[in-house]
């Protein structure tokens, strides 16, 4: 291991995984290189319409880590590049990037898609999934990072008319590739996945038959950013699709084409695609998915699935489809010849089929594994060592995403942020030793001046001022009140604008900017940087969209576009009069971290955060560490648990930067993020910056089949002890889903069917003459797992699906065991002698988490597992700032899954610890306490727990408050206001609409 | 419904299964009902849906596996699992439990033709009198039908380029086919031989999964072909004959492994390269093309045959689904053989009766024996639908076609 370590990071890939990995890291004060095969970061949630469980926009969630990512000082995002070369050790790697050619400069381009209306050349879109054409010069996708086009050279005619057509001089045809060399410290793997190509299944006609469309197709189709522009149509005529049909397990489960695993999220995007494309048709649109076993068995997922059957009619069919058929009368429409449960043969027909296809390894990952050495799985997934979460065989090489192993988004970003927790263990020596702050003038002290505004006007190119007449409206804005200059610019965000801009704000003694030009989702951060660079107060400023919302919508009417643009402008003036500087509040961080929960997430947490140098508190309501999973004799994969735990806990107990307080709870919680104390109920008082839920789950005691009425009745924990005792039991039977996936309880456990699976195997090892029967409802072994069941299967492990409305019926008789239950293959009942019968029995929230929730002011949903700030893209955090879970504290999980968990928490923590002092963001609500009338709503309302009463008054804590306005909006006595978003100003630009000028 | 009692369940049956199969593919079944949904028949018939019949033997129900009528009805068309994504195939397990049957028990007079083969050499007896008669008389009809005198059968030549294997049918039944087939190989001009010892290149072991019977019947064939030193062996059209040949090669034979194609490939080749010339407008009847199982979803030869008809046929229909995703005739697995399900038979032929319909096709060209057995039943079965097309093989057709080379 090198001694010398580098403070950077490189990331391969630029998807959901890298992005959330390089944010981390460059927060926690590490050097990031992001690096990407494509022309822009993404991955492939740009391309997706919405996300499950929560139907939120794709895009939307994604955008603002676009954003951020892309303009983060300390991440150099490399695209077009690929990896050619690793050298060196961990702590000190070498890298050689092979970065090919865009042909367009990044920074002169705009965006503004001249280039590509010259273009003569249509070129299929892959980002449509071929289902519309692009130009041979295009930007992937519209909120596209880097916000600039690039040259398909293997489709371009090189006939230059997009050179002719950019004003900005930005493309350079004779633009070569470079090489280039980064040190770094160590690498994240997230090159993501490819979707499987069903060309290889031609039973199922796609390529064939145009109504044949893959999932990701599907998805483009939904988009309102796709081919259709969002209508449901089918590929064939454009016609409405009346009725739908999705084929699940589409080259995933198939050993034929050695694609043995589970791809995990097809069968949750498959519901969900079928509620959306509900929701897209007026006529009402029937919907099946045909499918083998219903995998929904992450957070929130199984209610969605009861959600989409109960009340949005979707219809599900457990039948693997053997072929798909042009229809009898129809040859546009697709029959589909299938046995039910029963082996019932029904023909139907659809006027579509949707092809759920599954994940596999990109080619170009493996081929980068193996050239850095990396041993991958038989399916080439690059699986992380066993409880690691996020290990490679390679010190100082992380795998994230989906290339470690089918896996959906939240597990995505989780892995993600462990991998960056794992990595700061490693490189916390050069922390901070490669970023660097950008250093602004102190700002200009502009109170009790008269406002002094300068306008400066967008052409865009000819984006605006092709339509609107941009000389026409400065000199209209010159007139308006309080304005001292008003100028137009080709392009007010080229650099040399920006500098002129910088020169007319001193020249002139500007205190107050307006720039009408295009979206401030993209460019306010950039002329908010020209301010204080001027020393103007970043809050000073105005921004109006006159292209999105104008020259691009009102082509055909310049006269009225001109018009509308002057309106805008002299709204944005009147507003900008009262715009007020903000002072952006610091308050500084205790560098110690506070983790609730002594089991394996906890422990977790706590040697990932004190191996980067943080104080760490631990603490434990039990007298000792290590929690349920003690009693586990081994992990999923046959993992030695016991010696992983001992080995940790007496990490733990050792480490002098941890303490430990066992047999103690949380009594008290004073303070916010990065000052917080804690009193246990000893007493003590302890002081950290961060905390960690960690509390685990409980066992449910079962109130089902007799439980409790026999020996031989055990849950499944009880039967990992017993094992040993049970050497001549003969005749086992699980029994899935007690307690889970039932009214009251109507989640999925998770870990039960692979944790039956593996219990089952071992029995047949032992004794290949026993009778083992699983009955299950569906059997969850998603991703690698699916192989355990696979060999299960083949040891001779005997699956019996049962109803939920025909369970199994336990019985004792003249001291027999008896399980009787209906084999449904065959249709006869099936009655069992059993031996030993094994629950598979629920996980539950641990009964502290009411309490905790409380003190702590964070959500529980209504299982009573602690809420996210977001299910897709914020797993590990609470909406309150500082607060992170981690285990089964969030949700039942396997040990894996824990401990990868676990180190995000500890790595969404170092965002914060690596600190010295926690910045407020910007806009913060403020109260006039002389008009708070302590009525609570604000504390009440406050999804970030901002608000707190002090003195009969309510006080926002500004580093908590994120700007969103809801307390201002809701307070009834208008006690509190949003910093520059004020009712003032909002009246103010309203007047300047009515004003009438001269 | 039905109790089934754990304590009848047998563990070990599995076990049993697996060494038959040499593998345990088949109980990674994952019940999915993929093979329902392929099995052409799964609905035509009760006892018919291969998911079920697996199921009892991962159940470990031994005896209902044994009684099940599936284990016979199955035509062994390996449609069901050809796809199966846990590699089951129904087919191997099918024939791997009839080869635990008493050969005494064995349905039908399958047993009968495998002794008689080993017995005579040939799968109907043909004394060996008889065979040579025929011989000489297709040899005479040929003389005078092709003006030659001098044309002689190339009987038993060392050397020979191809070695010509037949079904016995070609000599009981249709000798006037095997002289249709001699004719279009003396038209090309190829340096073949016909065996006066070993010539029956068919196995109805393929179908009884009796491995003793099944080398008894096809080593000494290929032992032939070895002591007359040819280069390939080419198959008559019979899928049987063909799937006995291939996969008999592939599983049983010891020695060094030759080359064994269909004679459609052999036929192509021929026209491909001029030596073979057939009118483009010979047939302009509507024609479709059947797919033996054993020929184009077991042994992959799908695509010659059809360009092939392509060269001499102006209205081509191909049947949906075809190739290798066909229907079985409705006879395969030793159906012929097995008089008693003859109402299975009748039935299950009622989806290639649909199917032929469909085209419109007034020439069926049946590239098999047992399936041209099969389509002759269903044309009577059928008579007014099915029974208004023709049946014929691929060689009576094409000799509509052939044009006889110039005298030299």
């Known amino acids: 291991m090198s001694s010398d370590k580098t403070g950077a990071v490189m990331v391969v890939g630029a998807g959901i995984a890298g992005i959330q990995a390089s944010l981390d890291l460059a927060e926690s004060g590490y050097y990031v290189y992001l690096v990407e095969r494509s022309s822009a970061i993404g991955g492939t949630m740009p391309m997706l319409d919405k996300t499950f469980p929560t139907n939120d926009c794709s895009m939307c969630i994604l955008s603002p880590k676009l954003v951020d990512a892309g303009r983060h000082r300390n991440i150099k995002v490399v695209t077009l590049a690929e990896v050619r070369e690793v050298a060196g050790e961990a702590g000190d790697f070498s890298v050689t990037l092979g970065v090919q050619p865009r042909y367009v400069d990044p920074d002169k381009c705009k965006s503004c898609g001249e280039c590509a209306d010259a273009c003569p050349q249509d070129v299929p879109d892959a980002y449509n999934q071929g289902l519309s054409e692009r130009k041979a010069v295009f930007k992937l996708y519209a909120q596209a990072f880097p916000n600039a086009y690039t040259v398909d050279k293997e489709n371009c005619l090189d006939c230059g008319a997009c050179v002719d057509a950019c004003q900005a001089d930005a493309i350079d045809h004779g633009m070569e590739g470079e090489t280039l060399r980064v040190q770094v410290g160590s690498i994240i793997m997230a090159p993501g996945f490819t979707a499987f190509d069903p060309k290889a299944l031609e039973y199922y006609g796609y390529g064939r038959l145009p109504n044949v469309v893959t999932s990701l197709e599907f998805e483009r189709i939904l988009s309102a950013s796709g081919p259709y522009a969002g209508h449901l149509k089918r590929p064939s005529d454009g016609r409405e699709p009346q009725k739908i049909a999705w084929i699940q397990c589409v080259g995933s489960r198939n050993r034929r084409i050695e694609h043995g695993y589970c791809s995990s999220v097809c069968c949750m995007y498959a519901v969900k695609e079928a509620v959306i494309a509900k929701e897209h048709s007026a006529a009402g649109l029937d919907t099946t998915i045909f499918f083998m076993d219903m995998r929904t068995y992450g957070k929130g997922f199984e209610k969605y699935y009861n959600r989409a059957r109960d009340e949005n009619g979707v219809r599900f069919v457990r039948s693997r489809i053997y072929e798909v058929r042009p229809g009898a009368e129809d040859a546009e429409r697709l029959l589909i010849r299938y046995g039910d449960e029963q082996g019932v043969l029904r023909y139907e027909e659809f006027d579509m089929v949707v092809l759920s296809v599954g994940m596999e390894p990109a080619a170009d990952a493996v081929t980068l594994a193996r050239k850095m050495g990396l041993p991958l799985n038989q399916y080439n997934f690059l699986e992380p060592a066993p409880l690691s979460g996020v290990a490679t065989a390679k010190p100082g090489i992380y795998v994230a995403g989906a290339f470690a192993g089918p896996r959906d988004i939240p597990e995505t970003v989780t892995q993600a942020s462990a991998a960056v927790g794992e990595s700061g263990l490693l490189l916390a020596e050069a922390r901070g030793t490669m970023v660097s702050e950008r250093e602004f003038p102190p700002e200009r002290d502009v109170a009790g001046e008269q406002a002094r505004i300068g306008v400066f006007v967008c052409n865009c190119g000819i984006n605006i001022g092709s339509v609107v007449n941009v000389p026409e409206v400065v000199e209209y804005a010159r007139k308006l009140p309080n304005v001292v200059l008003a100028e137009g610019n080709l392009y007010s965000c080229s650099q040399d604008s920006l500098v002129a801009m910088g020169e007319a704000i001193a020249a002139n003694k500007l205190n107050r900017v307006v720039v009408a030009s295009c979206s401030p989702r993209t460019h306010r951060p950039l002329f908010q940087e020209t301010l204080r660079e001027a020393n103007l107060n970043p809050e000073l400023f105005e921004m109006t969209n006159i292209r999105d919302q104008c020259s691009w919508v009102h082509q055909a009417e310049k006269v009225k576009a001109t018009a509308k643009a002057r309106d805008l402008v002299r709204m944005a003036v009147a507003k900008a009069a009262l715009r007020e500087p903000v002072r952006r509040v610091s308050v500084p961080v205790t560098k110690a971290a506070l983790v609730v929960g002594g089991g394996v997430a906890g422990l977790t947490s706590a040697l990932t955060l004190a191996g980067q140098g943080y104080q760490v508190h631990l603490v434990e309501k039990e007298n000792s560490l290590g929690g349920l999973a003690m009693r586990f004799s081994e992990g999923l994969r046959g993992e030695d648990t016991g010696s992983c735990l001992r080995e940790m806990i007496a990490g733990v107990e050792s480490h002098p930067l941890i303490t430990v307080y066992t047999g103690r709870e949380i009594a008290g919680v004073a303070g916010y993020v990065g000052n917080v104390v804690t009193t246990l109920t000893d007493g003590r008082e302890i002081r950290h910056g961060v905390t960690v839920l960690a509390t685990g789950g409980e066992a449910y005691s079962p109130t089902e089949y007799l439980y409790g009425r026999d020996g031989r009745i055990l849950t499944n924990l009880e039967l990992d002890e017993k094992l040993a005792e049970l050497a001549g039991a003969k005749t086992f039977v699980f029994i899935q889903c007690v307690g889970s996936r039932e009214p009251g309880r109507p989640y999925c456990s998770r870990v039960c069917c692979s944790n039956s699976v593996k219990t089952a195997l071992k029995l047949k090892k032992e004794d290949p003459g026993r009778q083992v029967f699983i009955l299950y409802r569906d059997v969850r072994t998603y991703g690698i797992l699916e192989e355990l069941y696979e060999e299960a299967r083949r040891s001779g492990v005997i699956f019996v699906r049962y109803d939920v409305d025909d369970k199994p019926v336990v019985s004792l008789e003249d001291g027999r065991l008896k399980v009787t239950v209906t084999e449904p293959v065959l249709g006869d009942r099936l009655v069992i002698d059993a031996d030993i019968l094994s629950l598979a029995a629920a996980i539950k929230p641990a009964a502290a988490n009411t309490r905790l929730s409380q003190l702590f002011k964070v959500p529980l949903n209504e299982d009573g597992f602690f809420l996210e700030a977001h299910l897709k893209l914020r797993p590990v955090d609470f909406a309150s700032d500082g607060v992170f879970m981690a285990g089964v504290a969030h949700a039942p999980k396997n040990l894996e899954e824990n401990i990868a968990q676990a180190k995000a928490a500890a790595g969404r923590a170092c965002t914060i610890l690596a600190k010295d002092r926690l910045e407020s963001h910007g806009v913060v609500a403020v109260v006039d306490p002389a008009k708070c009338a302590a009525c609570l709503t604000c504390v009440r309302l406050c999804p970030y727990n901002a608000p707190r009463i002090a003195d009969y008054a309510a006080t926002i804590e500004a580093v908590l408050c994120q700007g969103c306005g809801t307390c201002a909006g809701e307070c009834p006595n208008k006690a509190i206001t949003l910093q520059s978003y004020n009712d003032k100003t909002f009246v103010a630009s309203v007047d300047g609409l009515f004003t009438e000028v001269s | ?408």
């Not at chain 2, 076990?15 to 038959?20: E, N, T, W, Y």
């Not at chain 2, 066909?326 to 009748?346: S, T």
């Not at chain 2, 085209?359 to 399936?371: R, Y």
């Open chain 2, 1 to 408: 419904m039905e109790t089934i009692q754990s304590s009848q369940l047998n563990p070990g049956f599995r076990d049993r299964v697996a060494g038959l199969v040499k593998n345990y593919d088949f109980s990674q079944c994952l019940a999915c009902g993929m093979c329902t949904g392929g099995c052409p028949y799964s609905d035509i018939h009760e006892n018919n849906d291969p998911r079920k019949f697996l199921r009892k033997i991962n159940l470990g129900m031994e005896k209902e596996v044994f009684e099940d009528p599936f284990i016979w009805y199955c035509t062994m068309c390996e449609r069901c699992t050809i796809e199966c994504p846990m590699q089951v195939n129904i087919a191997v397990v099918v024939r791997s439990l009839r080869g635990t049957w008493d050969k005494d028990k064995i349905p039908g007079y399958m047993q009968t033709i495998a002794r008689e083969h080993i017995e005579s050499g040939n799968q109907m007896n043909v004394s060996q009198v008889d065979y040579e008669e025929t011989l000489e008389w297709i040899q005479d009809e040929l003389r005078e039908e092709l003006g030659d005198p001098d044309y002689t059968i190339p009987l038993d030549k060392k050397g020979a380029k191809y070695f010509y294997g037949f079904n016995a049918r070609d000599v009981k039944i249709y000798a006037n086919e095997l002289q249709t087939t001699l004719k279009l190989f003396y038209a090309a001009g190829i340096d073949y031989t016909i065996s006066t010892r070993r010539w029956d290149a068919t196995n109805i072991a393929l179908f009884t999964g009796q491995n003793d019977d099944f080398n008894a019947i096809s080593q000494p064939i290929w032992e032939e072909f070895v002591n007359l030193g040819c280069e390939q062996f080419i198959v008559t059209e019979c899928g049987h004959a063909f799937r006995s040949m291939k996969w008999g090669q592939r599983t049983f034979w010891k020695g060094e492994m030759f080359p064994i194609r269909h004679i459609l490939e052999l036929l192509l080749d021929l026209v491909k390269d001029g030596s073979l010339k057939l009118d483009p407008d010979a047939v302009t009847e509507v024609v479709t093309y059947h797919d033996p199982c054993n020929t184009a979803r077991k042994e992959g030869v799908w695509q010659s045959p059809r360009e092939l008809i392509r060269t001499f046929v102006k209205n081509f229909v191909d049947m949906n689904p075809n190739g290798r995703w066909n229907y079985c005739c409705g006879a395969g697995g030793g159906g012929m053989a097995m008089p008693e399900f003859n109402e299975k038979r009748k039935a299950k032929g009622r989806r290639k009766v649909d199917q032929v319909c469909a085209t419109g096709a007034q020439i069926v060209i049946v590239p098999c024996h047992n399936c041209m057995d099969q389509f002759n039943d269903l044309n009577k079965w059928y008579p007014d639908t099915k029974g208004k097309s023709k049946n014929v093989h691929m060689c009576a057709l094409m000799e509509r076609a052939l044009i006889m080379p110039e005298k030299k």
